[in-house]
């Protein structure tokens, strides 16, 4: 497989509150790098872009500068994939709040071309525009930017960069009436998250995966780690109950193992100060091998320790 370039965009200023900006750079202290070379992967940083210096003193920003901090930013992260890719790489960035998702998947489009399909694991369906909003919290609006609607710097930056049928949730169990109106509007599959109990993790993601490559060139997987129970992911700020289970599901990830179409991956939302024992942490790890190596899911953590 090409080289894996970790790209960390380290911004919190699409959020209710910034935690989610430590993120990467924690994970970068932290060894993951280190951690998937161990486990085969060529993985390096190539990049960790952060929010504005003079902007960071000033915690208390409301839209539309806040607004404006995220599309920079996500503008800077659209580069930062496009090149990633241009010089034969596999992106995989690591937020940061999931506003990211903007630039993350304008750059895919940029750097590959064609028609791109999304899986998109997560409790909530960030699919609100200005009108639909109840918190102005630009991390509430990227699918639906991304879909060609909502705020008109952030359909500048990506707008249209997907189609409806190209689109599949999974694990939803969190949404106002406006968003999911938008995307029921809209035809875009959402397996919430009794369905996927229902069903099972393995199905959902097979009925994904045909989704996303169907008409289209390429795929990519966004994750937001809220999308997960909080007892396995504790390190979040939007902490939803009745979640994905990590095991399960990085074994069900295998589907996607190194399939020919998958372009990019994205994993979003981590807060290391509400970390347990690296718990959300060593998940993120473990996302990424079970996409990128076809590796289960380690209970072993301190066997990661020792790498």
């Not at 080289?3 to 209710?16: M, Q, T, Y």
């Not at 035809?187 to 490559?213: H, N, Q, S, W, Y």
């Amino acid at each position: 497989m090409a080289e894996i370039a970790l790209i960390g965009a380290a911004s919190g200023w699409g959020a209710g509150f910034r935690h989610t900006e430590e993120g990467p750079p924690a994970l970068q202290q932290l060894g993951l790098a280190d951690w998937l070379r161990a486990r085969g992967i060529d993985a390096r940083w190539r990049a960790m872009l952060r929010s504005e210096k003079r902007w960071r003193q000033h915690p208390h920003l409301r839209p539309p500068e806040t607004f404006a901090l995220v599309a920079r930013h996500g503008a800077a992260l659209a580069d930062a994939v496009a090149r990633a890719i241009a010089a034969g790489r596999f992106p995989v960035v690591l937020g940061g709040d999931h506003a990211i998702v903007m630039g993350s998947w304008a750059g895919v489009a940029r750097g590959r071309g064609g028609t791109l399909g999304l899986i998109w694991l997560d409790a909530h369906l960030d699919a609100h525009t200005l009108e639909t909003t109840p918190s102005m919290n630009a991390h509430g609006m990227g699918a639906a930017a991304l879909l060609g609607h909502g705020y008109g710097p952030f359909l500048d930056l990506c707008g249209g960069v997907l189609r409806p049928e190209h689109v599949c949730y999974i694990g939803v169990r969190s949404y106002e009436r406006g968003e999911m109106a938008l995307l029921r509007q809209l035809g875009v599959r959402i397996i919430e998250m009794e369905e996927v109990k229902r069903r099972g993790i393995d199905a959902a993601l097979a009925e994904g995966l045909a989704i996303v490559t169907s008409g289209t060139d390429g795929f990519g997987l966004t994750i937001d780690l809220d999308g997960f129970d909080p007892q396995d992911a504790p390190g979040i700020g939007l902490k939803e109950p009745d979640g994905l289970r990590a095991a399960p599901t990085c074994a069900a990830l295998s589907l996607l193992a190194q399939h020919e179409k998958l372009r990019a991956l994205e994993i979003v939302e981590y807060i290391p100060e509400f970390d347990r024992d690296r718990r959300t942490a060593h998940l993120v790890r473990d996302l990424i091998l079970a996409v990128l190596a076809h590796e289960p899911a380690f209970a072993d953590t301190a066997a990661w320790e020792r790498c």
